[in-house]
């Protein structure tokens, strides 16, 4: 079946260190995005993607940062930057001009 | 640039019920997408259903519909006959129609549907 596979489903790291989180789409969509959920607060982007080797700061990309070497995958590192990096981090996929997204199960990153 | 206010945090409704969910946007386009999703428990977003600006009739899902007010720019979501399985956070979302923004989604805050037996 297709779909988006997010890994882990949780993730504990040491603060001041760097973390990538796994997101990789057997869909076939060309577009692919990062978001950061916090609690009591909408999905906030953080990065997306609309074709390989290429991509696009959000709105809040302080402290991130991405590759699109293939199509089906689009890794976010955590850096040590990010100020508050423990969150919720949803993966999503489209196909560029129609429809809405296709999400992830997400990742819940909790730094000590 | 484009906003989505969700002005209602939490919202409770009795079982085989309905409930209007009510979703604000502010955009200077003429042609954009909307669309509810659903985030239960499991935190996986579901899309519950979305509507193209440029059509008039409101989009219809089952027990889901929308009311679009374009003037108005309202977008709020009707769930009837509410079950269990409903209980949710819900989200309003907006997307350009032009690929310039590269289809990036603009989230409310979302509403805590919670549905009582």
């Known amino acids: 079946d297709g779909g988006i596979t997010q890994s882990p489903k949780y993730l504990f790291r040491k603060e001041g260190q760097n973390v990538t989180l796994s997101c990789e789409q057997n869909l076939n969509h060309d577009a692919m995005y990062w978001y950061r959920q916090d609690p009591g607060q909408g999905l906030r982007l953080i990065y997306y993607s609309q074709i390989v080797n290429d991509f696009q700061k959000g709105d809040i990309a302080e402290g991130y940062s991405v590759s699109r070497e293939k199509k089906e995958s689009f890794p976010l590192t955590v850096t040590s930057a990010q100020k508050n990096p423990t969150a919720f981090y949803l993966c999503?996929?489209?196909?560029?001009?129609?429809?809405?997204?296709?999400f992830g199960s997400g990742t819940r990153l909790t730094v000590v | 640039a484009q906003t989505v206010t969700q002005s209602q945090p939490e919202m409770s409704v009795q079982e085989a019920e309905t409930v209007t969910l009510s979703c604000t946007y502010d955009?200077?386009?003429?042609?954009?997408?909307l669309f509810w999703y659903k985030q239960p428990p499991s935190r996986q977003m579901i899309l519950v259903i979305r509507q193209e600006a440029y059509k008039q009739q409101n989009a219809t899902e089952n027990r889901f519909s929308v009311n679009f007010q374009k003037a108005a720019k309202s977008f709020s979501l009707k769930i009837s006959d509410s079950q269990l399985g409903d209980a949710a956070m819900y989200f309003c979302?907006?997307?350009?129609?032009?690929?310039?923004?590269?289809?990036?989604?603009?989230f409310g805050e979302g509403t805590q549907l919670t549905v009582n037996p």
């Open positions: 955009t200077s386009e003429s042609d954009y997408y």
């Open positions: 999503a996929s489209s196909i560029l001009g129609i429809g809405g997204y296709t």
């Open positions: 979302a907006y997307r350009r129609g032009q690929e310039t923004s590269g289809s990036r989604l603009t």
